[in-house]
């Protein structure tokens, strides 16, 4: 038997198609790879979303430690974040009544969204735990000359608006007599019942959208309330 003279073009063609075998390998290990992560990131923002949720359920029936809890797990320092710290501000703030960690979390907020749609409210409770926390850590009552004249300051604004507020209800209360006492109340401020869990401070953020008005709503129902600390459930309060 006779055997071919030239055999090399028949081992060139093989090698020839390891190339391209190679280069097909790549391209499918690179596709299960994105799958991968695609899959990933849908599994991470179902379990965000769940935590989420089950901390906001838990905060709405007054376990506030667990919905702590709940918040903490979903944290991470991507954007979103910055949400999980105000709602974790807010807890610590107005029901739990630690500045020291309601103002770690105001800060991480700036720190992740420094423009965003809770920017001014975080930065006016930053100024207030500031000093609860400062008294908080120390013992005492004893702040800066320069904080003691900002809150004599706000103090006198607060005691003339509710002295303007009160000439106004007085003024009303002559013109359409005795009898109509109770309708003159009503116009010149809602009554809100306390719930439990609430303070000054959260009451004020309700109806004002701000901290900064506890102080009014304290001056208005002053004879009813015995402990500003303290609320008492199912008291109602009158908001100025």
């Known amino acids: ?5 030239n055999p090399q073009p028949l ?60 918040y903490e797990a979903a944290l991470d320092d991507s954007p979103r974040g910055a949400e ?23 800060k991480r907020y700036l720190a992740l969204s420094p423009n965003g749609p809770h920017a001014k ?3 006016d409770s930053i100024k207030r735990d500031e000093i609860a926390a400062l008294t908080a850590l120390s013992g005492d009552s004893v702040i800066t000359r320069a904080e003691a004249a900002r809150l004599r300051n706000e103090n006198l604004t607060l005691h003339k608006e509710i002295e303007e507020r009160a000439a106004s209800r007085t003024a009303l209360q002559k013109l359409e007599g005795n009898d109509s006492r109770k309708a003159g109340l009503k116009k010149a401020g809602q009554t809100y019942v306390v719930r439990s869990g609430d303070t000054l401070v959260s009451i004020s953020r309700k109806f004002y959208k701000s901290p900064k008005r506890w102080k009014a709503i304290l001056e208005a129902n002053k004879k ?5 600390k303290d609320l008492t459930v199912g008291q109602a309060l009158v908001i100025p």
């Open 1 to 5: 038997m006779r055997c071919p003279d």
């Open 11 to 70: 081992r060139s063609r093989s090698f020839s198609l390891w190339p391209a075998t190679a280069n097909l390998s790549c391209l499918c290990l690179s596709l299960l790879f994105v799958c991968g992560l695609a899959g990933c990131d849908r599994v991470g923002n179902s379990r965000y979303a769940q935590l989420i949720q089950d901390a906001d359920n838990k905060s709405a029936q007054g376990d506030f430690e667990r919905a702590v809890n709940l």
């Open 84 to 106: 999980v710290h105000y709602k974790l501000a807010l807890l610590y703030d107005d029901k739990l009544n630690d500045p020291v960690s309601a103002l770690h979390h105001f």
């Open 121 to 123: 409210d975080v930065k």
């Open 224 to 228: 009813s309330i015995r402990d500003p």
